[in-house]
């Protein structure tokens, strides 16, 4: 008798969180609207978008300066938040992220190429070398993404799913070393094109860069949907899954482009963004208490969105000193979220051994 209202309320609980999730971050985004080094009321916050008074300070404020980076935290926290919960259910570790990958990495080494060709040709003989105009760190970022991601794609096909994880990682510290070697042939201004870019920030996205930066989610999040269903079979092991006509090498590549789609773009436009991708499917499956793909993406998404809006909230409140860091604030805010999983894993273990 009891058992129906149960599981009506436990199905309902995802719903609930999302319809919570979703008024949690409108209010932030008004707030991120309204703070900064000059503080708006609601009033005109609304002004400023609504466009009839648009040349006004209002409007230049909101629609010029802090709209684009209020959307680009976002999207981008989203994206991210999705790809750290795609690549912990196909590794089934709970530290899996993009930066597991090597995507992260290779990014960085895309971008300090760049500063280093730039240092030593000049930018205006780059330009005319590779014939991309007006090549930059996002477009060094980019290749330096597709190239680990093509290197990662290649690999899948040939190796387990656990030793793929291994690559990435093993493939993030070659390029971690490179970058090194890379910076000491720049100068210090050089390094600090490089190290600005490299503290992640969602102040870089102007009105321009969506159409570059929007498509290519969309897509990865239109294929993360689809592979819900066979997702949440993988999770009880691939011998099951394949029991049910999953075809998982084929589930292994598709999530793998679908993470490239969610994780590339983003830090091609915005930097190495750290933590959001690693501790947002954690929050999403307390918060929902579901553990199906199907329902975990809409909350992963939106704790995404909420968790880098937040931190790009605290990063531009008026401060009288602005030195404040995207990747600080999400490393205060995330290095002891890791740290609980890590210790509470470890207690289970304890206990069930």
Not at 239 to 259: D, F, K
Request: with cysteine; glycine share 10%; charged share 10%.
């Amino acid at each position: 008798m009891t058992m129906a209202p149960l599981s009506g309320r436990r199905n309902a609980l995802p719903l609930l969180s999302v319809g919570a999730l979703l008024l949690v971050l409108f209010a932030a985004l008004v707030a991120s609207l309204a703070i900064g080094q000059v503080v708006l009321s609601p009033a005109e916050v609304l002004r400023g978008i609504s466009g009839f008074e648009s040349g006004t300070t209002e409007s230049r404020i909101v629609v010029e300066l802090r709209l684009p980076r209020v959307l680009a935290a976002v999207v981008g926290g989203g994206a991210l938040a999705l790809a750290g919960l795609l690549m912990q259910t196909l590794f089934r570790n709970p530290l899996a992220d993009a930066w597991s990958l090597g995507l992260m990495a290779g990014g960085q080494f895309g971008a300090a190429l760049v500063v280093v060709a730039g240092a030593v040709v000049g930018p205006a003989a780059l330009e005319l070398i590779t014939g991309l105009a007006g090549l930059g760190i996002v477009a060094g970022s980019a290749l330096g993404t597709l190239a680990v991601a093509l290197a990662m794609a290649a690999m899948a096909r040939r190796v387990h799913t656990v030793t793929l994880l291994v690559l990435g990682l093993m493939l993030g510290f070659l390029a971690q070393g490179m970058i090194s070697v890379l910076l000491h042939f720049t100068n210090r201004t050089q390094s600090r094109l490089f190290s600005s870019w490299n503290d992640a920030t969602f102040a870089s996205v102007v009105w321009p860069d969506f159409a570059t930066l929007l498509p290519p989610l969309l897509a990865g999040l239109a294929l993360a949907v689809w592979l819900a269903k066979p997702l949440t079979a993988l999770l009880l092991g691939e011998t099951y899954a394949e029991s049910l006509g999953v075809n998982v090498p084929r589930l292994r590549r598709l999530v793998l482009t679908a993470t490239i789609l969610l994780a590339a773009p983003v830090t091609a436009f915005c930097g190495p963004v750290a933590f959001v991708g690693l501790i947002t499917p954690h929050l999403a499956r307390g918060l929902t208490g579901s553990a199906r793909i199907g329902a975990l993406i809409p909350a992963t998404v939106l704790l995404g969105a909420l968790l880098a809006l937040s931190a790009d909230f605290v990063v531009h409140l008026p401060w009288s000193q602005h030195f404040l860091h995207l990747n600080a604030i999400l490393a205060i805010l995330g290095a002891p979220m890791v740290i609980a999983l890590l210790l509470r894993s470890r207690s289970l273990r304890a206990t069930g051994g």
